[in-house]
């Protein structure tokens, strides 16, 4: 057993917070009767203040973030038989709501050394039945949405912009989750924002956002968000950049505490102005180390560490269209090791307490391998 077995625990936050804001947030809600309505007072306010933090004309609240990715293929009229490019690496849910409007994934590689989809790719993959793009920040990592969206306007299809994972992050000073035709959010329970389960669409298409209240609703809704669910997420909105800011901060830390590392090795920076946030810290394993060994390790160290996302990429290559040999995604799909985001709000000496045990595990495994 690596000696960091018998470590300390190390005081991470909780998730979700446990603020008295947002407590007294659905206490009022409760108190007032708000919560027994169909249009709160607290849905109407969360989707005045989304819409204003993330510079959309539009919000729609909904049940869940793989509910809002169903909608907004089919607020772009995403129809059966026709063709949507997603990264093959990305949240497996996006896939199935492709399969599930009838339409057909085409499969792209993620960027040599991340884990965002291909634009090069993207444009070469393009064909004539191809309506919309389905493309997902992943891991703190944004894929080129300025290029991305022009590409999509300039063919005439749409692109759908998965902004479930950087609520608050922005690319040239534009908020992810504004640049697609649509953009979707999550309110999942593991998100930057959470209410247990809960999602939105964003747009500034008008029609874009009429199509979604058509699709969403018949009138009641067929997967609303309560008022007691925004009640919960208001408070959250109120601190979401204060708290991103902290998140960056905490991944500063380790990337400067871990250079040098063979193991902890951060993803190139983006090659474009960007201010991301992290849902996970992550990181490539080199080839050669067992992920399970290394998760082992972190978790007896207290470090909450998982292997992100299980795929779709082995039953999906054998079905449809794929554009590229899809090894990055592989690499992705076996070797990124991530770090749940709770750990970024920790104070700064359990970030570095944090580092010293990942170098730990690193060297354990060394003298391993060498004995
Ligand atoms: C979590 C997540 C979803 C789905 O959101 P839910 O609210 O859990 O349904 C979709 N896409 C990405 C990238 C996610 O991380």
């Known amino acids: 057993m690596p000696h960091v077995a018998t470590a300390d625990p190390l005081p991470l936050p909780t998730w979700p917070p446990t603020s008295p804001a947002i407590v007294d947030s659905i206490r009022q809600a409760a108190e007032s009767g708000d919560w027994g309505k169909y249009a709160a007072q607290a849905s109407l306010s969360l989707a005045d203040r989304l819409a204003s933090r993330f510079a959309v004309e539009h919000v729609r609240l909904c049940a869940s973030g793989t509910a809002a990715v169903e909608l907004a293929l089919r607020a772009v009229q995403v129809r059966p038989d026709s063709e949507v490019i997603l990264a093959g690496y990305d949240y497996p849910g996006n896939i199935r709501a492709i399969e599930a409007v009838g339409a057909k994934p085409v499969i792209v590689d993620t960027e040599p050394g991340r884990w965002v989809i291909d634009a090069d790719l993207v444009e070469q993959a393009i064909g004539e039945s191809t309506t919309a793009i389905l493309a997902s920040h992943l891991y703190g990592d944004l894929f080129d949405a300025k290029r991305l969206r022009e590409l999509a306007d300039q063919r005439g299809i749409a692109l759908v912009e998965d902004a479930c994972q950087v609520h608050g992050a922005s690319l040239t000073g534009k908020p992810a989750g504004s640049w697609g035709h649509v953009g979707v959010l999550s309110f999942g329970a593991s998100k930057l924002m959470t209410s247990g ?71 190139e920076a983006m090659p474009y102005e960007s201010e991301t946030t992290y849902f996970k810290a992550a990181w490539f394993l080199p080839v050669g180390v067992s992920r399970d060994s290394v998760i082992a390790a972190g978790l007896a160290a207290g470090i909450p560490l998982g292997t992100g996302f299980n795929g779709f990429l082995r039953r999906a290559r054998r079905r449809y269209r794929t554009v590229g040999d899809l090894s990055q995604s592989e690499t992705c799909n076996d070797r990124s090791v991530v770090m749940d985001h709770r750990v970024l709000l920790a104070d700064l000496d359990v970030i570095d307490t944090i580092a010293e045990r990942l170098l730990a595990i690193e060297r354990d495994l060394e003298s391993k391998a060498d004995a």
């Open 197 to 267: 389960c809960g999602g939105a669409l964003l747009s500034s298409n008008d029609r874009i956002a009429q199509r979604a209240t058509l699709a969403a609703g018949r009138p009641s809704g067929i997967a609303p968000l309560s008022g007691l669910q925004a009640a919960a997420l208001l408070p959250q909105l109120a601190t979401l950049d204060d708290w991103n800011a902290q998140r960056r901060t905490a991944v500063a830390r380790l990337k400067q505490l871990l250079v040098g590392s063979r193991i902890w090795q951060f993803a």
